[in-house]
């Protein structure tokens, strides 16, 4: 334990009067149970709901006093945010001082701006802005809790990691806890439209009300961002990368002024996602070409009016000659002179470009999973220093499960930010239950083996394989003006998930869910143990009741809800399903090999060869690399038609256990959340079965291929799933 003593002091006694009082305080209300009045799930994971522990003598004695800043408006959040969490966990406010004078102290601050602090002489090298110190320790005689750091900022998440210790019933005793994120852009990506209506969005309308700003604040605003400093997140860009360039005018700057001044105190920057052809429509220019001086100027003149309304201004996003949207190839000009000629705008702020590798053309015959690599490998060094090429985890869309992205890895002179949807656009809107952590996982995890194996994707991404100092990663926001936020309860922990894995990319899903149920439920091993076990089996229920072994891009036109594997024609082939799973008489699946389409030949050799081999391919990426007869054999002894039937009929039943576990969770969750997750897991297993019986019923007509023993016939004809219409599908494009 670390001491500090006044020249001369005596260490002074504990107060034991004080300490027991703590004590006791602080244990019987760890030992009660919670009272489970109904909750609604906007606290998010920071209810600060008292924390039930098996052994509250453990623990030491609560905060008794609380010595914190409040002199800059970090400072004052930090605080607030302490005292708030404090006094919900143990049912009394510590009180507050400007110094140390009592044991079971908490002491927070930097150097700068504690003199205690100060005197601690805590080894802050190398933390940064944000990382920090816990520590126990004595101050002046007095057991303390110290949370330290360089900066403001990095206070702030300390004070959030030691709330999350007394959240989740960890003991104060003996700490010493070193923080700093491995990733320094840590964003949200909204795709949230100027009308309030949100792509892909599954959680009701955006946050953002342009309408009531910037006269009104929506107390939402502050909750929003307390949440994400809570889990380290330190940006969100506001606006659809189908971007309106109207965001861009002064009338809406003024708005976006407004937001980024709530944020800012939790140490967010806001961004926004710039429309390539902005010179043309707002700015009453005849081109957006980015070598044309006069576009050129125009840039440098907005970047210099957002920030002299913004001084803390991130950037842009850009999606360019993606989708339809506006780009630099409207001129002849690449991907890095749109990128540069923004980036050079941006440079004299501090601000940075994330520019999206999420291209494919309409025009270009060649696999759509290539398209991204073809286009950007040739140009890596010719970014800006402050350019991010921001690509999607994995080469096609956001899908249940796809291979990592090959870019990660062939771009060494570039740094690569990853973009993760949160938001569950391919994973059962907000309805069904499916954590991302383990999709998140496997894809930092995935080994790109480009400077031999220990070559992961984090590493790619933390800049620690190729050297780079600019690191980032997006995540799809999940959130809208549903009172809890992310449309579903659960669907809060993705989000909780994304923050906590940008913060440090090497985490576990599996505690980062138990994290989240101690905290969003309860610490309950009776509540934790099953709402983990159902998180966890979660996201591989959806991949096989959807589409196991590889499958992919088999949803309904458009929407995207619901099972569509029959989807064809159309204006684009790489907008269907039949482009994606190749299925017919004699097999399925789309090759990628090189005797293919070779998509496998973007990946580094040792990953190549085993994607490029059919018999070592994991059996769950069959059929993104290889066509296979129907009849291929499985490492489970059946044959591929035997095994995907199997695979649909077993995703049903992950469901149907889910639903299970969840009924068992009655009396221990309150009724309102309760009620709610189990009219969900209902839905999911009606669409569950729909998703298998519809996928059943059309790969069969390919296959002709008799159900295995056993396996259900779809109880409706083809004919039946392919005319069901959804005109209330929430999130479509418009
Ligand atoms: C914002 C997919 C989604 C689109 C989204 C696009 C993108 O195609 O369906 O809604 O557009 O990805 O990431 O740009």
Not at 624 to 652: A, I, K, N, Q
Request: net charge negative; hydrophobic share 40%.
């Amino acid at each position: 334990m670390l001491t500090l003593t006044h020249a001369g002091d005596d260490p002074r006694p504990p107060r034991i009067a004080r300490t027991v009082a703590a004590l006791v305080c602080w244990g019987v209300l760890l030992a009660a149970m919670p009272a489970l009045h109904a909750e609604d799930g906007y606290e998010l994971w920071l209810r600060y709901a008292p924390a039930v522990v098996a052994d509250p003598d453990s623990h030491g004695p609560g905060i008794a006093q609380l010595v914190a800043g409040s002199e800059s408006p970090v400072q004052a959040a930090t605080r607030r945010e302490l005292l708030r969490g404090l006094q919900a966990l143990s049912g009394v406010a510590p009180v507050g001082a400007d110094t140390v004078t009592e044991d079971a102290a908490l002491l927070v601050g930097t150097p700068a701006s504690s003199s205690q602090i100060a005197r601690l002489g805590l080894d802050l090298e190398g933390l940064g802005r944000e990382g920090y110190r816990i520590r126990s320790a004595i101050v002046d005689g007095h057991a303390t809790t110290v949370v330290a750091a360089n900066d403001d900022i990095g206070v702030l998440y300390g004070a959030f990691h030691l709330l999350r210790l007394l959240q989740t019933g960890q003991p104060l005793a003996d700490l010493d806890i070193r923080e700093a994120p491995r990733l320094q852009v840590r964003v949200l990506n909204h795709w949230d439209d100027l009308d309030r209506y949100v792509e892909r969005g599954y959680s009701g309308q955006s946050i953002w009300d342009w309408h009531r700003l910037p006269g009104w604040l929506d107390p939402r605003y502050t909750d929003y961002a307390r949440a994400n400093a809570s889990i380290g997140i330190n940006g969100a860009v506001l606006n659809n990368v189908n971007a309106n360039a109207d965001v861009l005018t002064p009338m809406y700057l003024e708005k976006v002024a407004a937001i980024a001044g709530v944020l800012r105190p939790y140490g967010m920057k806001v961004y926004l996602s710039a429309r390539f052809s902005a010179p043309m429509q707002i700015g009453g220019l005849a081109t957006a070409d980015p070598v044309d001086p006069a576009v050129q100027a125009w840039w440098r003149a907005k970047a210099d009016e957002i920030y002299s309304a913004i001084p803390d201004f991130g950037g842009f996003l850009v999606k360019a000659n993606s989708e339809g949207q506006p780009g630099p190839q409207d001129y002849g000009r690449s991907h890095a002179d749109g990128a540069n000629m923004l980036a050079d705008a941006l440079a004299p702020h501090g601000g940075i470009v994330m520019w999206r590798a999420f291209v494919y053309s309409d025009e270009e015959p060649v696999d759509r999973a290539r398209q991204a690599y073809n286009e950007f490998v040739p140009l890596d060094g010719r970014f800006r220093d402050n350019v991010l090429v921001q690509v999607k985890n994995g080469p096609i869309d956001f899908q249940p499960r796809e291979p990592f992205h090959p870019l990660f890895g062939a771009m060494p002179r570039t740094p690569l930010m990853m973009e993760f949807q949160i938001t569950k656009e391919y994973l059962g809107f907000s309805t069904h239950l499916a954590y991302t952590g383990p999709l998140y996982e496997e894809v930092l995890r995935a080994d790109t083996h480009v400077q031999g194996p220990g070559s992961s994707v984090a590493r790619v991404i933390d800049g620690s394989l190729h050297g780079h100092a600019l690191t980032g990663i997006a995540g799809v926001a999940n959130i809208g003006s549903d009172r809890n936020w992310s449309g579903s309860h659960f669907d809060q922990a993705n989000w909780y998930a994304f923050g906590r894995l940008a913060w440090n990319p090497e985490l576990s899903s599996r505690d980062i869910a138990v994290e989240w149920t101690r905290m969003t439920f309860s610490n309950d091993a009776a509540v934790v143990e099953p709402v983990v076990g159902m998180m966890m089996a979660s996201r591989e229920a959806v991949v096989d009741y959807t589409g196991a072994l590889g499958l992919h891009h088999l949803m309904g036109r458009g929407h995207h809800y619901g099972p569509g594997p029959w989807v064809d024609g159309g204006p684009r082939a790489d907008w269907t399903s039949v482009y994606f799973h190749r299925a017919d008489r004699n097999g399925i699946g789309f090759d990628r090999t090189r005797r293919g389409s070779d998509a496998v030949s973007q990946y580094a050799a040792p990953v190549a060869g085993v994607f490029d081999d059919v018999a070592q391919t994991p059996e769950e990426l069959l059929l993104w690399f290889h066509h296979v007869p129907w009849d291929h054999p499985m490492r489970s002894g059946r044959r591929l038609w035997d095994e995907l039937v199997f695979r649909y009929d077993r995703g049903v039943d992950a469901v149907r256990d889910m639903r299970a576990a969840w009924s068992g969770l009655d009396g221990r969750i309150d009724a309102g959340r309760h009620a709610q997750v189990a009219a969900f897991l209902a839905i999911q297993q009606d669409e569950a079965q729909w998703w298998r019986d519809a996928s059943v019923a059309y790969f069969q007509s390919i296959s002709g291929m008799p159900l295995p023993a056993g396996a259900a016939p779809p109880p409706h004809a083809l004919e039946h799933y392919k005319t069901l219409e959804f005109p209330h599908a929430p999130g479509d494009t418009k």
